[in-house]
């Protein structure tokens, strides 16, 4: 039963991903701003309705599949943009199997820390998130006092 889900979330799954991976450029360019994003060419208005749609619908498929699994779409792409730096044609691949392997190995020590329990995935992702999320919050509230905004 469970093999036929995969099946099924997995070809809409893999055509967003590449619909994704197709903007990449643009949202490299977007990152910069809206208004040089323009100045370059991009489509704005269309690259953001077709980047929030498609993302949407990843996100919906994934969670009817597995269910709600929190801060993984938080703590990879900021980890592997700190790592990989900030062009979105190396980001997107690399979060999308960096997300896998995090989940495969919260996974794995959600079953292995008390063996007669299977503790929740998203629990292990909680508390890797948590401060994963607040350390976020500290360092851009840093970076704002900087510039007098804090």
């Known amino acids: 039963m469970r093999l036929v ?5 997995a070809a ?5 991903l590449v619909v994704l991976v197709f903007h990449a450029r643009e949202l490299n360019a977007l990152a910069a701003g809206v208004e040089v994003a ?24 994934a969670i009817a599949m597995v269910g709600p699994i929190g801060f993984v779409g938080l703590i990879v792409p900021h980890a592997l943009r700190g790592l990989l730096g900030p062009d979105h044609r190396v980001l997107l691949p690399a ?53 007098g905004r804090g």
């Open 95 to 147: 979060s999308m199997f960096g997300g896998a392997v995090l989940l495969a190995l919260c996974d794995t020590l959600a079953r292995t820390v008390i063996p007669m329990h299977h503790l929740p995935t998203g629990a292990v992702t909680a508390v890797l998130g948590g401060p994963f999320f607040i350390g976020i919050l500290l360092q851009q509230k840093r970076r704002a006092a900087l510039w």
């Open 12 to 16: 809409p799954i893999l055509v967003g």
């Open 38 to 61: 323009a100045s370059l060419g991009v489509a704005v208005q269309r690259t953001q309705t077709v980047v929030f749609v498609v993302a949407s619908l990843l996100v919906g498929t």
């Open 5 to 9: 889900v995969v099946e099924v979330a």
